[in-house]
């Protein structure tokens, strides 16, 4: 079970199964080293000198000093402050201060991690294992450089991502007017929604493509303004209460006013977060015509759900 606006909603994981928002790749240039949360559990990522991305557990399986206070990046490994052994990205001891051998048999838990177009994912699993799908790449030649906006929301992951198909909330959360009928369709752990509407008058569609419940890419056309934007919403279940959500956007072409278009739409997103932070998720909603397909959203869902639903 997991939390939900104050609620432990049965049948709420707590930790779905998917590909979740590490960081920016930015963030992680060789060399650098940053302690991140999740999924309820601390990793540390970091970037060798030759520019491999690893994310590891945080403590040390050696004798259990943490990697990333005080740990730092030697070569291709990442050093542990308390003994000097290095752990590689995959989670082998790679060596030591002393020695190139040291005679460790144990490894470190190695997470999967992939960068697609400036974002770093980690998949998250509830015993382990390889990644059940991938989330492509995206060309970005022709688009200015991607801006984004982080905001930490007491909520969780299923919530935040049922906004999208939540067609109501769009006009009596957001002002939208002349919202359509939502184009919905599912392939695997894959969502495709369509969507036209209208925002101060202006025409606008809203083309979203959902993998798993970390990632959404939006292609955002507005004809009358002659604006061609991508919209990337990023989510991370840092703990059981608490949401990640970065926004983030680029546009088709030169946009010297790209942070003033990204902070529009940050605007937008903060008028969901007191809704998020207060609300029960309801296992039987008594849903209206209205509403939009949440209950094919839901039913989209349950595939990430952990194959015990009890898994932390």
Not at 50 to 69: E, F, K, T, W
Not at 74 to 99: I, K, M, Q, S, Y
Request: glycine share 10%; proline share 7%.
């Amino acid at each position: 079970m997991g939390f939900v606006g104050g609620e432990l909603a049965a049948g709420v994981p707590a930790f779905p199964e998917s590909w979740y928002h590490l960081a920016m790749s930015r963030e992680l240039p060789p060399g650098a080293a940053l302690v991140r949360r999740v999924c309820g559990r601390e990793v540390v990522a970091f970037r060798t000198e030759r520019g491999v991305l690893g994310v590891l557990d945080a403590h040390c399986p050696h004798l259990g000093a943490h990697l990333g206070h005080g740990g730092r990046v030697v070569g291709e490994a990442l050093r542990c402050p308390f003994h000097g052994l290095h752990w590689a990205p995959d989670g082998r001891c790679a060596g030591a201060d002393d020695t190139p051998a040291p005679g460790m048999r144990a490894r470190a838990r190695a997470w999967p991690v992939r960068e697609v177009h400036g974002v770093a994912m980690v998949w998250y699993g509830a015993h382990g294992g390889e990644p059940a799908w991938e989330i492509p790449d995206l060309p970005m030649e022709g688009w200015s450089e991607l801006r984004s906006h982080t905001l930490r929301i007491r909520g969780h992951v299923l919530e935040v991502a049922e906004n999208g198909v939540d067609r109501r909330h769009f006009a009596t959360v957001h002002g939208y007017t002349d919202v359509s009928e939502f184009d919905v369709s599912v392939d695997g752990p894959v969502m495709r929604s369509r969507f036209d509407f209208k925002k101060d008058g202006v025409a606008q569609r809203f083309d979203t493509l959902v993998y798993g419940l970390g990632y959404a890419l939006t292609d955002l056309r507005i004809q009358e303004l002659g604006i061609h934007a991508r919209v990337i919403l990023l989510s991370n279940q840092v703990d059981a209460e608490t949401v990640e959500f970065t926004v983030c956007a680029t546009v088709e072409g030169a946009a010297p006013w790209i942070d003033r278009f990204l902070a529009a739409i940050v605007d937008d997103v903060r008028k969901d977060v007191p809704i998020w932070e207060h609300k029960r998720r309801l296992s039987q909603p008594a849903l209206i015509p209205s509403d939009g397909p949440i209950a094919k959203y839901r039913a989209f869902t349950r595939q990430f759900h952990p194959p015990d639903d009890t898994a932390a």
